[in-house]
T-cell receptor, first 114, second 116 residues
Framework: AQKVTQAQTEISVVEKEDVTLDCVYETRDTTYYLFWYKQPPSGELVFLIR??????QNEISGRYSWNFQKSTSSFNFTITASQVVDSAVYFCALRTNTGNQFYFGTGTSLTVIP | DAGVIQSPRHEVTEMGQEVTLRCKPI?????LFWYRQTMMRGLELLIY????????DSGMPEDRFSAKMPNASFSTLKIQPSEPRDSAVYFC??????????????FGAGSRLTVL
């Protein structure tokens, strides 16, 4: 069975602090894809990143970075020097090659306090 | 590209009324998904289509819900009769080739449904 767990329901940080959002996934498939989406207060779901299971390189995009570790089945997301505009709900998702479903976590609500 | 287009953005209706939500996927995308988002249950997959054919509708809550995709550029999600517990945000999403791995779900802006 496929599953995504985002144990942090809500996080609050003060502006300019770093914050890490945790994502743990479960799958028995050897080929799979991991995603992060952002849902700002306006409500739309915005794609942030996709990572393939055979590529464990970490990725940095501006203030955003992602740490993919197969050994711990984790795909964590770090925001450096957080800003108020980062306030949103962030979803981690998983898709495997044995099905077409995208499995979403329950989301982490991040509030950045000015 | 205009992205995934959903309408209406907001719908307020009374219990018992029929509700129809509409979606236009990104041109060339072969897969279309309908999700429902509530505070209690998060994002739930209702149904998805491949090449206009429903593949998995196991997430459709009950017979009051139905979805169609008459052509590659249009899908509807219908609730008849609607109930207050159907109040949620309904998202449509599309993606292209799932085999190659270039699969990224692109979501519409959502349709916020309130059933009084």
């Amino acid at each position: 069975a496929q599953k995504v767990t985002q144990a942090q329901t809500e996080i609050s940080v003060v502006e300019k602090e770093d914050v890490t959002l945790d994502c743990v996934y479960e799958t028995r498939d050897t080929t799979y894809y991991l995603f992060w989406y952002k849902q700002p207060p306006s409500g739309e779901l915005v794609f942030l990143i996709r990572r393939n299971s055979f590529d464990e390189q970490n990725e940095i995009s501006g203030r955003y970075s992602w740490n993919f570790q197969k050994s711990t089945s984790s795909f964590n997301f770090t925001i450096t020097a957080s800003q108020v505009v980062d306030s949103a709900v962030y979803f981690c998702a998983l898709r495997t090659n044995t099905g077409n479903q995208f499995y979403f976590g329950t989301g982490t609500s991040l509030t950045v306090i000015p | 590209d205009a992205g995934v287009i959903q309408s209406p953005r907001h719908e307020v209706t009374e219990m018992g009324q029929e509700v129809t939500l509409r979606c236009k996927p990104i041109s060339g995308h072969d897969y279309l998904f309908w999700y429902r988002q509530t505070m209690m249950r998060g994002l739930e997959l209702l149904i998805y289509f491949n090449n206009n054919v429903p593949i998995d509708d196991s997430g459709m809550p009950e017979d009051r819900f139905s979805a169609k995709m008459p052509n590659a550029s249009f899908s509807t999600l219908k609730i008849q009769p609607s109930e207050p517990r159907d109040s949620a945000v309904y998202f449509c999403a599309s993606t292209g080739d799932l085999v190659s791995g270039a699969n990224v779900l692109t979501f519409g802006a959502g349709s916020r449904l309130t059933v009084l």
